[in-house]
């Protein structure tokens, strides 16, 4: 029998919808979330590409703190007029709050609040659905190649005096990609003139160069006394994964094989960019020159870590980690303390620190069985 997949957290389509939009592609996202590309399709191709929008609890509906104290004021014995008093709420309010949801003896208040959030969602027809003269006219140019812009600029002028005919190109694109409206049958997308059978960000057109990195800075460009490990303050960073979408960033200066671990809250790039820069206004000046890593999303905002910092960050060729060497190594040995399926958002800065430090006092035989924290002292201290 096939073993059912992991179905996505909340987190998990937060930052897969967020990348989506940010422009990056399936494969992208994949890698990031370390799920197969199949599954992101799915996730995509029931809304067409688009986005849902964050469903938002209204401020009359009880909240679950307050459900949660209506049950604990049930269980103590208080009366109806007492709770809504606490809460600030109506009597009426509480009493059908708890007849509702199976009365004094049977009241839970998560699962009170999972049904009222459930029973809360009522889907809105979309215009087309609503008017079928609008769908009509809409229809008709499809079927003559007409881009949904032009159709939207036709009704403007068409119809300058009725509202009720004019909609916006992208209520129109969005009604064609998701097919769960019924508005508009799928076949007219073959009209467009891009037939995606997803709805894209403009993002996605730009910026997707070689290695989908912008501005990037080959590895090939690097000075060669950083090739050669002649000069301290050069380093190499990549992140390690762990299970449930949790990595942490790891950092090996080329001369001392120093380690620096980084907790990250996710991968996104602001977020990794921002844990980075606060990490490196650490060190003293001048130990962190320059920073290789790979061509991973994580890296799409370098540029703002460059600037705030004045570190000049070179990307590896797709696909060759052993550019950095170094790193790479280190990694296999942090997977000693982080085997692989470890929540690493459970692991605090603190225990990170704890693992560096470890790694940066053992004897190497590649420093003369000095250890990297003696090396890069001495590097500090002539610095």
């Known amino acids: 029998m096939r073993k ?8 998990e389509r937060k930052e897969l919808w967020a990348l989506w939009k940010k422009g990056y592609t399936l494969k992208e996202i994949a890698y990031s979330l370390s799920r197969p590309r199949w599954s992101l ?8 590409g688009l986005a849902p929008r964050e469903r938002k609890r209204s401020i009359r509906s009880l909240s679950l703190s307050e459900r949660e104290e209506i049950s604990r004021s049930i269980a103590a014995g208080d009366s109806i007029r007492s709770v809504a008093r606490c809460l600030g709420r109506a009597p009426s309010s509480i009493s059908r709050e708890i007849r509702r949801h199976g009365g004094f003896s049977h009241y839970r208040a998560l699962e009170a609040d999972a049904f009222a959030w459930k029973r809360a969602k009522r889907p809105k027809r ?9 769908r009509q006219a809409v229809a008709s140019k499809l079927r003559l190649d007409w881009s949904p812009q032009q ?4 009704l403007r002028m068409s119809y300058s005096e009725d509202p009720s005919m004019q909609i916006s190109h992208e209520t129109i694109y969005r009604t064609l990609y998701v097919q769960a409206r019924g508005a508009l049958k799928k076949e007219l997308v073959h009209h467009l003139r891009r037939q995606r059978s997803l709805r894209q960000t403009r993002r996605s ?15 090939r460009e690097r000075p060669p006394q950083i090739e050669d490990r002649a000069v301290p ?16 960033a790891t950092l090996v200066e080329r001369q001392s094989r120093y380690v620096m671990l980084v907790r990250l809250d996710s991968r996104d790039s602001e977020t990794v960019m921002s844990a980075l820069t606060k990490r ?7 130990l962190m020159r320059s920073l290789t890593w790979d061509r991973g999303p994580e890296m799409a905002n370098h540029s703002s870590f460059s600037i705030a910092t004045d570190v000049k960050v070179y990307f590896c060729d797709p696909k060759s980690p052993w550019q950095r060497g170094s790193n790479e190594n280190t990694n296999g040995l942090l997977r000693q303390y982080f085997p692989k399926g470890t ?15 470890k790694l940066n006092t053992r004897p190497r035989q590649t420093l003369n069985w000095k250890t990297p924290a003696q090396v890069f002292a001495s590097v500090a201290m002539t610095g």
């Open 343 to 357: 929540n690493l958002r459970r692991i605090t800065q603190r225990q990170l620190d704890a693992v560096a430090h």
């Open 205 to 219: 057109k730009k910026g997707r160069g070689q290695g989908q990195i912008v501005g990037a800075i080959s590895i």
């Open 151 to 154: 159709i939207s600029a036709w």
């Open 280 to 286: 490196v206004k650490h060190l003293p000046r001048g």
């Open 4 to 11: 059912r997949r992991r179905a996505f957290t909340e987190q």
């Open 233 to 248: 303050g050069h380093w190499e960073g990549d992140l390690l994964a762990g299970s449930l979408h949790s990595h942490i």
């Open 126 to 134: 979309c215009r087309l659905s609503q008017s079928p003269a609008l």
């Open 41 to 48: 399709h799915a996730v995509f191709s029931r809304s067409g």
